[in-house]
């Protein structure tokens, strides 16, 4: 539907003390691919906010 489009994924992390940052994405592909897709950038979000370059 437009309110839950195919792909759609809300990424999430917070860390105590600091405010939550959430990411909106539309991945593109089949269930497989948006899997992988949010799972990468999860991954590299979290990294992020506890200070590792990827």
Avoid: C, M, N, Y
């Avoid at 839950?4 to 691919?33: C, M, S, T």
């Avoid at 949010?38 to 992020?48: D, I, Q, S, Y």
């Amino acid at each position: 539907t437009e309110a839950k489009p195919v792909g759609l994924v809300f990424i999430a992390v917070q860390r105590r003390g600091r405010p939550a940052v959430v990411e909106r994405h539309r991945f593109e592909g089949d269930r497989r691919q948006v899997r992988q897709a949010a799972a990468a950038r999860g991954l590299a979000l979290l990294l992020e906010q506890v200070g590792v370059e990827s």
